[in-house]
């Protein structure tokens, strides 16, 4: 077990002051989670000037060198700013718009990598980190069911795992969605033009183990990081409530779905959402907490220093098994890697 203190003293961040996401997290009633500090927020930026186009796609491991990576960071990247919901035009319509499609592949996607790096860069140590989590991961966890594909690796040089989803997809900034983020955010809906994402990291212990948590953040007020979803129903469920926790949300930005736009839009607290879900779980809060800690237990006992492993369950057991069709890329080079992950130098 990492010692707290140990592991904060060479974070480059503020360790002392307490958040409002800590303050959110203590109020799920969770006993697993303790909220350690904030690795902070960047920017990501695919685009490459160089192409009228955009950026081409290139697979992980014919990346060459760090610049490649390092190209297409902001280390000062913040969230767009929520606007004040009481001065949303209500309702909005809002319509499709035929959009580039573009698939999550490197540079819009697989960017895992830059996380790492800008992680390492702020302080953070990977051989005190036990883990580095996704957005969907504790749900999977909790729920012993991943539907997607989920892969895990040891990052090369630690003995860090690495864990994330590798579902193929396309991305299309006119989709209902992302124009509804934009809306909240004060934008031009029919914008599909900015590629960018802006990510946030914070550490936090997990039963016995530190995770780096990682995720894309939709927005921010005041407050803190917020969650932006839209659905033609409520939207609650330990679905939602553990990827606000992974990626350090304090609330969730809710509009709710008409045939042609949004009627309404509400903000709802992380704790609130928690209290909704013990609500539902009818006493098994304690099995989702007992599930997290267990699979992530079986995935340390289970992984080999080499390779990537498919994750699954068999009858409620997570199950690892070395992936040995070469699809899956999660990471460059090895050298690339660790060059990536060194200590900056004081």
């Not at 957005?135 to 729920?143: D, F, P, R, W």
């Not at 946030?200 to 979803?229: C, N, Q, R």
């Not at 469920?237 to 304090?250: A, D, E, T, Y």
């Not at 098994?284 to 699954?312: C, F, P, R």
Request: net charge positive; hydrophobic share 35%.
């Amino acid at each position: 077990m990492t010692d707290l203190n140990q592991l904060m003293s060479g974070l480059a961040i503020h360790t002392d002051t307490v958040s409002e996401f800590s303050h959110e997290l203590d109020n799920t009633d969770f006993t697993i989670f303790e909220y350690i500090s904030s690795i902070g927020f960047f920017t990501w930026d695919p685009m490459d000037i160089r192409y009228k186009s955009g950026s081409r796609y290139k697979p992980l491991m014919n990346i060459s060198s760090s610049s490649e990576i390092l190209c297409h960071i902001d280390f000062d990247g913040v969230p767009d700013k929520l606007k004040p919901i009481s001065s949303l035009n209500l309702p909005k319509k809002i319509h499709h718009i035929n959009g580039k499609l573009k698939k999550n592949k490197f540079p819009y996607g697989q960017i895992d990598i830059a996380c790492l790096h800008v992680a390492a860069k702020r302080g953070v140590d990977f051989e005190k980190v036990d883990f580095v989590f996704g957005g969907s991961i504790l749900q999977v966890l909790a729920t012993k069911h991943s539907g997607d594909p989920y892969i895990a690796t040891k990052i090369p040089g630690t003995q860090c795992v690495l864990v994330g989803k590798d579902r193929k997809y396309k991305k299309n900034l006119g989709d209902f969605g992302f124009q509804f983020e934009r809306f909240v955010t004060g934008q031009s809906l029919r914008d599909t033009s900015n590629w960018k994402q802006t990510e946030h990291m914070h550490l936090t212990k997990v039963g016995d183990s530190t995770v780096l948590f990682k995720g894309e953040v939709d927005a921010i007020d005041s407050y803190g990081p917020v969650e932006v979803k839209s659905s033609t129903r409520r939207y609650s469920g330990s679905k939602i409530m553990f990827q606000m926790i992974s990626n350090g949300s304090v609330a969730l930005c809710h509009g709710e779905k008409s045939r042609d736009g949004v009627t309404c839009v509400t903000r709802k607290s992380l704790s609130k959402i928690a209290e909704d879900v013990r609500g539902d779980a009818r006493g098994k809060l304690q099995m989702l907490e007992d599930n997290i800690v267990h699979g992530m237990k079986e995935i340390k006992k289970q992984i080999g220093d080499e390779g990537i492993y498919n994750i699954s369950f068999v009858n409620g057991a997570l199950k690892l098994a070395l992936d040995k069709s070469g699809s899956h890329q999660v990471l460059p080079r090895d050298d690339i890697v660790k060059e990536l992950l060194s200590k900056p130098s004081s």
